[in-house]
């Protein structure tokens, strides 16, 4: 099994800045994409960026320019580096990470971590 720990949320204001991280640790697993999605209170839970193993990404239009997702494959590591905030960027943040045993594949999630940006 692989358990996923996010740091890195908290409170700004607009136009501001946070960098948000995600580890995976496990036995004996390999991960293929890992992904940041948010769930802001009443909506439902959308993708914000993405990136596979290849290094290809991909964002909601909503962040692009703003957003930048990268990973660290040695550390098993996700980061969103999140710059010019806005307050419609207020949610939980969640990383997903695709991951396998070898012998099948698997998606986790994080706990999530809050991020409140102020007007």
């Known amino acids: 099994q692989v358990q996923l720990v996010e740091s890195g949320g908290g409170l700004v204001q607009a136009g501001g800045s946070l960098r948000l991280s995600c580890a995976a640790s496990g036995n004996s697993f390999s991960i293929n994409a890992m992904g940041w999605y948010r769930q802001a209170p009443g909506k439902q839970r959308e993708l914000v960026a993405a990136?596979?193993?290849?290094?290809?990404?991909n964002y909601a239009d909503s962040v692009k320019g703003r957003f930048t997702i990268s990973r660290d494959n040695a550390k098993n590591t996700v980061y969103l580096q999140m710059n010019s905030l806005k307050p419609e960027d207020t949610a939980v943040y969640y990383c997903?990470?695709?991951?396998?045993?070898?012998?099948?594949?698997?998606?986790?999630w994080g706990q999530g971590t809050q991020v409140t940006v102020s007007s």
């Open positions: 997903n990470v695709r991951w396998t045993d070898y012998e099948r594949w698997y998606g986790s």
């Open positions: 990136i596979r193993s290849g290094g290809s990404t």
